[in-house]
Nanobody, 126 residues
Framework: QVLLAESGGGWVQPGGSLTLSCVHS????????VAWFRQVAGKEREFVAA????????YYLDSVRGRFTICRDNAKSTVYLQMNSLKPEDSDVYYC???????????????????WGQGTQVTVSS
């Protein structure tokens, strides 16, 4: 069974930085496409960033491109989300997700991912 465990959330002032981590277990990590989504209670999960299993191609929500970076360490079975220049509107619960065989057209669709972490809260405020 694939399990995902996030960490690294917290409170930060506007303009600050945080790095989220997500450890994958129960499968061959390098075969999985991985992604980060975020969600405010009562709203649909919003795609933030993704990295494909093959080639490592990355994709970003327009509003975070240039500020956030997704990367993976296959040796550690871990995916990271480096978040810089954080804004109050980035405050959300952040979830990592993983899936095998994800089509390029499905990268940003949360319903296409089979495995999810429990979420980690990010709060950006002064």
């Amino acid at each position: 069974q694939v399990l995902l465990a996030e960490s690294g959330g917290g409170w930060v002032q506007p303009g600050g930085s945080l790095t989220l981590s997500c450890v994958h277990s129960g499968g061959t990590f390098r075969r999985y496409s991985v992604a980060w989504f975020r969600q405010v209670a009562g709203k649909e999960r919003e795609f933030v960033a993704a990295m494909r299993a093959n080639g490592g191609y990355t994709y970003y929500l327009d509003s975070v491109r240039g500020r956030f970076t997704i990367c993976r360490d296959n040796a550690k079975s871990t995916v990271y989300l480096q978040m810089n220049s954080l804004k109050p509107e980035d405050s959300d619960v952040y979830y990592c997700a993983a899936d095998q065989g994800l089509r390029l057209s499905d990268v940003g669709r949360h319903r296409e991912y089979d495995y999810w972490g429990q979420g980690t809260q990010v709060t950006v405020s002064s």
